[in-house]
């Protein structure tokens, strides 16, 4: 009997290993649950940050670009747009840009056109880029000095600013950023 005792003293029970290997299950269950919840916070962290910095680039290109179509003066129209898009030619160091941007919410995009040198045709370009996408909504509007207008077809001036509210898919958010145009004309 003495015999048995010490044998058994060191050694386990299967329920004892039953118990044991359980507890251990679940704790590695709970640490892989919290490692991959990590792992996705991660994965919409980064979606979030690429997001924001398409974003910040496009409104930076946007308003420098904008905000530079008054330097030159000519006859022919310089800007035409309406809610869902807008074109106007500007003078870059070398030649006249044609350029314009138009939101197409069932793709959910928002593209750039271009054109060097401008040849005064708004159906007509040498680039399309897409400057942001998976958009939900993208509208322009136009200011008079007084007033936001849905379109804008003046030949002979510019609008004083123009704003473009927009949002995304994923994102409840409604975004403005609105570009001075300065000595509009």
Partial sequence: MRR?????AGAFTLVEVLIATSIFTIIMALVMASVVG????LRVARK???????????????GKEISSITRIIYPQTRFTGDASKFFFVFAREDSLVESGYACDTASGSLTHFSQ????????????KETSLDNLSSCVFSYSDGVDWLASWDDAKKFPKAIKIDFKFKDDDRNREFIVNIPLSQ
């Fill in 4 to 8: 048995n005792r010490r044998a058994r």
């Fill in 38 to 41: 990590m792992f996705n916070s």
């Fill in 48 to 62: 979030a940050i690429e997001t924001q910095q398409k974003e910040r680039f496009f409104l930076f290109k946007f």
């Fill in 116 to 127: 060097v040198p401008a040849d005064y045709d708004w159906s007509t370009y040498q680039v």
